[in-house]
C-alpha cells in the first residue's frame, strides 16, 4: 500500500536534471510531492489529481498516469536549493490521509 | 496566514512519563491530521479530525495515543506511558476538507525518550 520511490538517492551537479519516481499498487485519486530538508517540515510542491492536469512550477512540474498508477516529479535545471528529500503521498479517495513513499535523497553540488 | 504552529519543537522525557503536544492548525482549515517520522523515513499517518471529530485512526495507534480536537480549532495528542519507540519527529497538518486539497505541515514536535 505504500508507494514506491525510485530512485533512492540522486547526485546532481548545478544545472543538471533528474526525475523522480513514485509508483502505487492501488488506484490513486491523488498524488502529492513534498520537499523535505534536514530538521524542518515536509514543504507542499505540488498536487496532482485523478483527471487532473499535468502541473508545473518554474523548473519543477510534475505528471500523473492514472492507468499505472504512477507519478513523476522533474526537476530540470536543478539549482542548489533544490536539495532535500523528495516524498510522494498518495490518496485512494478525496478524503483522508496521505500514504507516503520512503523518499528520494536529492543533493546538488556546485 | 500564520502557517501551522507546533508545540513544543522538542520533548525530552523520561520512558513511563506522559507527554502531550499541540497543534494549531492555518485557521480556515478544517481538517487536522497527525503524523509520525522516524529517521530515513516517510511521515507515517496516526489520525485526523475534521473541525472536532476524529474520522480515522492508523492501527499504529495503540491505546497508549490519544488526540483531541474539542472545539475543532488546535488539536492535542497525547501519548501515555512513553516507550523507547515513541521517539519520532511528530507532526501536524491542515488543509481545507473539500477533495484533493494540500496538506500545510508545522515544524514538528521532535519527541526523545531517555
Known amino acids: 500500500q505504500q508507494p514506491v520511490q525510485s530512485p533512492q538517492a540522486v547526485i546532481l551537479r548545478e544545472g543538471e536534471d533528474a526525475v523522480i519516481n513514485c509508483s502505487s499498487s492501488?488506484?490513486?485519486?491523488?498524488v502529492h510531492w513534498y520537499r523535505q530538508k534536514h530538521g524542518e517540515a515536509p514543504v507542499f510542491l505540488m498536487i496532482?489529481?485523478?483527471?487532473?492536469e499535468q502541473k508545473g512550477h518554474e523548473k519543477i512540474s510534475a505528471s500523473f498516469n492514472e492507468k499505472k498508477q504512477q507519478s513523476s516529479l522533474y526537476l530540470t535545471a536543478s539549482q542548489l536549493s533544490y536539495s532535500g528529500t523528495y516524498f510522494c503521498g498518495t490518496q485512494g479517495g478525496s478524503q483522508g490521509n496521505l500514504i507516503f513513499g520512503k523518499g528520494t535523497k536529492l543533493s546538488v553540488k556546485p | 496566514d500564520t502557517g501551522v504552529s507546533q508545540n513544543p519543537r522538542h520533548k525530552i522525557t523520561k520512558r513511563g512519563q506522559n507527554v502531550t503536544f499541540r497543534c494549531d492548525p492555518i485557521?480556515?482549515?478544517?481538517?487536522l491530521y497527525w503524523y509520525r517520522q522516524t529517521l530515513g523515513q516517510g511521515p507515517e499517518f496516526l489520525t485526523y479530525f475534521q473541525n472536532e471529530a476524529q474520522l480515522e485512526k492508523s492501527r499504529l495507534l495503540s491505546d497508549r495515543f490519544s488526540a483531541e480536537r474539542p472545539k475543532g480549532s488546535f488539536s492535542t495528542l497525547e501519548i501515555q506511558r512513553t516507550e523507547q519507540g515513541d521517539s519520532a519527529m511528530y507532526l501536524c497538518?491542515?488543509?481545507?476538507?473539500?477533495?484533493?486539497?494540500?496538506?500545510?505541515f508545522g515544524d514538528g514536535t521532535r519527541l526523545s525518550i531517555l
Open positions: 496532482l489529481l485523478k483527471g487532473g
Open positions: 492501488k488506484a490513486l485519486y491523488s
Open positions: 497538518a491542515s488543509s481545507l476538507a473539500s477533495g484533493g486539497q494540500p496538506q500545510h
Open positions: 485557521s480556515e482549515h478544517n481538517r
